[in-house]
């Protein structure tokens, strides 16, 4: 028997793995609670997962389109999602992983400079949690690669639009992040965004975006040669980091998921570990941030076996390096306690 998200069969068991350096501080900065066509993963669960062996001190919530409000205005209804999370914060109050000790919303950067006051409705509600907001701007022509015809996801390269900066600009005023969620073809206009804002931290979510499937599908070399030139010029702005996650995003075409088999470690070192080190090559172990991807990842392994893949493909590197991606960072940048 198994669950689904959308088409994708999660595992309803996964085999069992030694943990790999169970005393290294973990930040999970990428995760989602939420209930996606019948599939129902909250704190309980999460902190099921987190608990399993590895030392998961703390993590931080990335919006997910959960718990709407019915707000008159609809720009305003993103809010909610910031009720929903501290909702859930209560329910592991008792826990001594610390749930959601940032919290990454929504809100539409095309409404450009009136995007301020629910970027400042967002602060007052997470009660000190809120540190950015994340964006999605993945766009592609492709119809296999893209997302034509979702609602929850632009129907243009929004990124070269004025709009999309004078968006960009507010969330930077008021010291917020901003995460994106792109595909490399877009890496070069989020840089010239990212020039024109250089106070303005930007986290590049799922290792950028290296597209796999559609018309990418045949063309890894070409993708790879120009996916890794767009990081290595995105990355010599020091406002810009990238989060090490989602390596079970059906569109980075890694094979994960398809028939909802779960993946040893090893699997997933092999799967991805090219991609892994062109980010920390490119970026350095200062700015490189540890996701989960949680639970959209499931469909790779268990938690466990998902982190042990990360410290697998990261482990030969020294002690502060391998502190620095999996927890330092995170502290630092979202200004965790």
Not at 28 to 49: K, R, T, V
Not at 83 to 92: C, M
Not at 175 to 183: A, K, Q, S, V
Not at 215 to 234: K, M, N, P, T
């Amino acid at each position: 028997m198994s669950s689904r998200t959308g088409s994708v069969a999660i595992p309803a068991a996964y085999a069992p793995e030694p943990i790999i350096l169970p005393d290294l501080p973990v930040v999970d900065a990428h995760f989602h609670l939420w209930n996606l066509m019948g599939f129902d993963y909250f704190a309980p669960d999460f902190l099921q997962d987190v608990e399993a062996g590895h030392k998961v001190e703390a993590s931080v919530y990335v919006e997910c389109d959960m718990g709407y409000s019915d707000h008159p205005d609809p720009d305003f209804r993103p809010v909610g999602e910031v009720f929903h999370v501290l909702r859930q914060i209560e329910l592991a109050r008792d826990a001594e992983h610390r749930l959601a000790a940032g919290i990454i919303g929504s809100a539409n950067l095309m409404l450009a400079e009136k995007v301020a006051p629910v970027l400042e409705a967002q602060i007052e509600a997470g009660k000190g949690r809120v540190r950015g907001i994340r964006t999605r701007i993945a766009w592609d022509p492709d119809p296999v690669a893209g997302y034509g015809g979702r609602t929850d996801f632009p129907q243009e390269n929004i990124v070269r639009t004025q709009a999309f900066l004078d968006g960009a600009k507010r969330v930077e005023r008021l010291g917020l992040i901003l995460e994106t969620f792109g595909f490399h073809t877009q890496l070069a206009d989020l840089r010239r965004v990212a020039v024109q804002c250089p106070d303005l931290t930007i986290v590049l979510n799922h290792l950028g975006g290296p597209l796999g499937v559609g018309r990418y599908a045949e063309r890894q070399d070409d993708v790879f040669r120009d996916w890794s030139a767009g990081l290595r010029a995105i990355a010599e702005l020091p406002n810009v980091f990238i989060k090490l996650s989602g390596v079970g995003v059906t569109r980075l075409g890694l094979g994960f998921g398809g028939k909802g088999q779960a993946a040893s470690s090893d699997a997933i070192a092999s799967a991805a570990a090219s991609r892994i080190r062109t980010c920390l090559d490119t970026f350095g172990a200062g700015r490189c941030i540890f996701g989960s991807n949680y639970p959209v990842d499931k469909v790779v392994s268990s938690y466990p076996v998902l982190l042990n893949g990360y410290k697998k493909m990261l482990g030969d590197l020294s002690r502060d390096e391998c502190e620095a991606i999996f927890s330092g960072n995170a502290r630092r940048v979202y200004r965790l306690s």
